[in-house]
């Protein structure tokens, strides 16, 4: 190991120990999301099922809460429950990456696990140079660093980055995130024999193509996979503008269903869908695990302007990753639910059947807490507007006459009211997994989710529940 890795490892483990206390006690902590350890976390990378082990990296920066030179933080688990966090995978310390180890995936092959990753460079004139770069390992926990195997193509700008990379038949494939000449984002399409040696093959899909118009100047983080003989591609697009209750974040995560024909290649497809309707949510990422699941991990965070008003940067952390989602396609639809392996954490379960709401600001018996799933089932609605207040700092509201369903949150800072909202046509079914400061509520066994941070009084775990009419439906809550 050169000096300089070094040093950067022992400063990173020091400012870990030097803030731990004072973030563990922080009430903001969450119960079963995995968050930095110090410092500022953001996308999820190399995700992969290895030798036994759930893998996550994570992009990560340990000296403070804001983005600057990026480690691959690494926790591991052999059941997305119970997660250990291990030693740093990746520092920026060669040329190639010494603004940043930015996000990637990883392969395995010939029984070692590949990675491949951006390494970023900012050079002597403040310039952006970007090399999609390949570490591997035995075991996969140390890591030797092979530098870079794909350099930028002619037609694009240095923003270029975050490599995914799969197996198809007997080649392998890798898509990246680009922006073209045209400041216009795109996904652009290698592939190689033994993963050294790559060739260019060109935009899949983007800005001005298969029909799409413009659509974003810089597409992140794509992940083409295949799902029920479809293909999908997942993505983050900056620069979409709101459009009614569309688009309403800063950045996008969502996708396209299609047909990848690798010969040509092209990605024909349909339209753009979000996959999360929150307010914290980006850069998901798929694995594929021993059992045949496509598993999904996001950021459970944005960069956007009210990112440094979040109170948990004052004890020296902040942002988390959302629970791992199993996906699965209907039509041409992504549902995601929660992996069934949460369920071990349930306890003292709650079951209140047959329960009825027609007035506001109703209590149910034992519903509350802090950390908790709730399960609710409708059984008949008649109400113009059925609401749950959670912790009074977060609400869910639905209103059967406009066929909206929204989430509202107070805001970081002071307590203004801010809203995402979708179309549900009949709500029939709600998953909430509330933790300290999070909330994640799959809609109808998945069809839409709401992603958020919120943060309540840490001694408020009070629930309620309002109807403008009358509404029946079965509830199951556990602590968790």
């Not at 973030?23 to 992969?48: K, S, T």
């Not at 119970?82 to 990456?97: D, F, G, M």
């Not at 995914?164 to 080649?171: G, I, P, Y």
């Amino acid at each position: 190991m050169k000096q300089h890795e070094h040093n950067l490892l022992e400063n990173a483990y020091k400012a870990v120990e030097e803030n731990r206390q004072n973030i563990e006690q922080d009430p903001y902590r969450l119960h079963y999301h995995l968050m930095p350890p110090v410092g500022l976390l953001n996308d999820p990378n190399g995700f992969i099922h290895f030798r036994g082990l759930y893998h996550l990296f994570y992009q990560w920066n340990p000296f403070e809460t804001a983005h600057g030179a990026k480690f691959w933080g690494h926790y591991t688990s052999p059941d997305m429950v119970n997660w250990t966090h291990e030693p740093i995978a990746l520092a920026p310390s060669e040329w190639y990456e010494k603004n940043g180890c930015y996000s990637g995936s990883a392969v395995e092959h010939e029984g070692k696990m590949v990675l491949f990753y951006t390494g970023n460079v900012k050079n002597e004139h403040g310039e952006r140079e970007t090399y999609q770069c390949m570490a591997i390992s035995e075991d996969g926990f140390t890591f030797e660093k092979k530098g870079p195997v794909v350099h930028l193509p002619e037609g694009y700008t240095a923003h270029f980055r975050d490599p995914k990379v799969w197996k198809q038949e007997n080649k392998w494939y890798m898509v990246l995130g680009a922006q073209d000449l045209n400041e216009q984002g795109k996904a652009v399409l290698y592939t190689s024999d033994n993963l050294i040696d790559w060739e260019f093959l060109g935009p899949i899909a983007g800005a001005d193509m298969n029909g799409l118009g413009s659509f974003g100047y810089m597409w992140e983080c794509p992940d083409l996979f295949e799902l029920d003989g479809k293909e999908v591609l997942l993505l983050s697009p900056q620069g979409l503008e709101p459009e009614g209750y569309l688009y309403q974040n800063i950045y996008q995560s969502g996708y396209f269903v299609g047909k990848m024909e690798y010969e040509t290649p092209e990605f024909s497809h349909r339209e753009f869908i979000e996959i999360d309707r929150g307010f914290d949510f980006y850069a998901p990422q798929t694995t594929l695990d021993t059992k045949g699941r496509r598993l999904l991990f996001a950021w459970m965070g944005i960069t956007d302007e009210n990112e440094k008003f979040q109170p948990t940067i004052k004890s020296g952390w902040v942002h988390a990753m959302t629970l791992p989602r199993e996906l699965t396609l209907k039509g041409d639809k992504l549902y995601q639910q929660p992996v069934e392996e949460l369920q071990q954490l349930r306890k003292e379960e709650v079951f209140l059947p047959n329960t009825k709401i027609s007035t506001s600001n109703q209590t149910l018996e034992n519903v509350n807490g802090t950390s908790i799933e709730l399960e609710i089932t409708i059984i008949k609605n008649d109400a113009e507007t059925f609401e749950i207040s959670f912790r009074d700092a977060a609400s869910m509201v639905y209103s059967k006459h406009e066929k909206r369903l929204s989430l509202h949150r107070k805001k970081f800072t002071g307590d203004a009211i801010e809203s995402r909202h979708c179309h549900v046509e009949d709500l029939h079914q709600l998953q909430v997994f509330l933790d300290t400061s999070s909330i994640e509520i799959f809609v109808n066994g998945g069809a839409e989710v709401f992603t958020a941070r919120f943060f309540p009084s840490e001694t408020n775990q009070t629930i309620l529940f309002s109807a403008e009419g009358n509404v029946m439906f079965d509830v199951k809550k556990w602590k968790l």
